[in-house]
Antibody, heavy 118, light 109 residues
Framework: QVQLVQSGAEVKKPGASVKVSCKASGYTFSHYGITWVRQAPGQGLEWMGWISANNGNTNYGQKVQDRVTMTTDTSTSTAYMELRSLRSDDTAVYYC???????????WGQGTLVTVSS | QTVVTQEPSLTVSPGGTVTLTCASSAGAVTSGHYPNWFQQKPGQPPRSLIFGTTNKYSWTPARFSASLLGGKAALTLSRVQPEDEADYYCLIYYGGAGIFGTGTKVTVL
């Protein structure tokens, strides 16, 4: 069965970077994109961006586009989301999901809590 | 910047029907925006319910249906059950980028 397993919780200081991983199994990794979504405490969902695991093409959300980089490693079926210059309002649970723009998002990772605090 | 708006909260009786809508500040929502709907319960990741305006997943309850209604995307929950109490989010796409709706908290009372 399709499974996305994310890396563990992180605590970072303002200005630092964080890199969250999302390891996929149960399907051919390069056949699907990976979408990243985050959710601040008590808030709604925010679409961060998408990466094609086939060719590495990306599309980022406006709010994070200057600070985020999404990559994939097809040899390990793992997607990564790196966010730089962290601020307190980046504190959120970060989710990966299988699928991309105008395709279904049918499987989700368990989420990774990133806390930004001095 | 485009804002996608949903009803903040809706209350429905068990066995009743409720319709959630998803409106865009950029104009009418169409099938070209590829509306998706998600359900989220506290402490859990979102669960996908609908993709491509009306398409269901194998796990989507048959009593859930989606459509376009008056320039908005809509999700109708019929024969509502207590386990349907959750937050619901729509997601639409503009120029290759997604925008989530503000979310609707559905209370079954």
């Amino acid at each position: 069965q399709v499974q996305l397993v994310q890396s563990g919780a992180e605590v970072k200081k303002p200005g630092a970077s964080v890199k969250v991983s999302c390891k996929a199994s149960g399907y051919t990794f390069s056949h699907y994109g990976i979408t990243w979504v985050r959710q601040a405490p008590g808030q709604g969902l925010e679409w961060m961006g998408w990466i094609s695991a086939n060719n590495g093409n990306t599309n980022y959300g406006q709010k994070v586009q200057d600070r985020v980089t999404m990559t994939t490693d097809t040899s390990t079926s793992t997607a990564y989301m790196e966010l730089r210059s962290l601020r307190s309002d980046d504190t959120a649970v970060y989710y990966c999901a299988r699928g991309g723009v105008t395709t279904s998002l049918d499987s989700w990772g368990q989420g990774t809590l990133v806390t930004v605090s001095s | 910047q485009t804002v996608v708006t949903q009803e903040p909260s809706l209350t429905v009786s068990p066995g009743g029907t409720v319709t959630l809508t998803c409106a865009s500040s950029a104009g009418a929502v169409t099938s070209g925006h590829y509306p998706n709907w998600f359900q989220q319960k506290p402490g859990q990741p979102p669960r996908s319910l609908i993709f491509g305006t009306t398409n269901k997943y194998s796990w989507t309850p048959a009593r859930f249906s989606a459509s376009l209604l008056g320039g908005k995307a809509a999700l109708t929950l019929s024969r509502v059950q207590p386990e349907d109490e959750a937050d619901y989010y729509c997601l639409i796409y503009y120029g290759g980028a997604g925008i989530f709706g503000t979310g609707t908290k559905v209370t079954v009372l």
